[in-house]
């Protein structure tokens, strides 16, 4: 029977490669500190926060706000709009790849998928068991 989990693990982690490919093409169309900034600004915003929530209060007090903020940066819908946004107003410039990069490393090689009010900012949310 097909693990769907462990198929999207994979199939993540060999998306993340193909965007580190995409990045090593395009290079000399990406400027490299906006790639940095897209890739640090889902977790800035995304995950950060919630994690220092996290550890201020502990594990089973952590706000549902940091969840709904978590899902939406971690989220193909949001950052395919901020890929458009970007590619209409800033023509040439390919550095939006760092948030599918950011996205596809956390899915594939972290094991980081939409988190649930019960899960917390300091776990994968999903552990793999072949």
């Not at 500190?33 to 926060?49: H, M, R, W």
Request: charged fraction near 15%; include cysteine.
């Amino acid at each position: 029977m097909l693990n769907k989990i462990h198929f999207l693990k994979k199939e993540s982690f060999y998306l993340f490669f193909i965007s580190i490919i995409l990045t090593i093409i395009l290079f000399n169309q990406i400027n490299i500190i906006y790639y940095l900034v897209f890739f640090l600004l889902i977790d800035l915003i995304g995950y950060i926060p919630g994690r220092i929530w996290n550890l201020l209060k502990g594990d089973n007090d952590t706000a549902k706000i940091f969840y709904k903020l978590y899902n939406i940066c971690h989220n193909f819908a949001t950052i395919t709009i901020i890929s458009l946004i970007w590619l209409y107003f800033v023509k040439n410039d390919y550095s939006f790849i760092a948030l599918y990069t950011h996205l596809f490393l956390d899915r594939g090689l972290l094991g980081n998928f939409p988190k649930e009010e019960k899960d917390t900012f300091k776990t994968p949310t999903i552990n793999l068991v072949d």
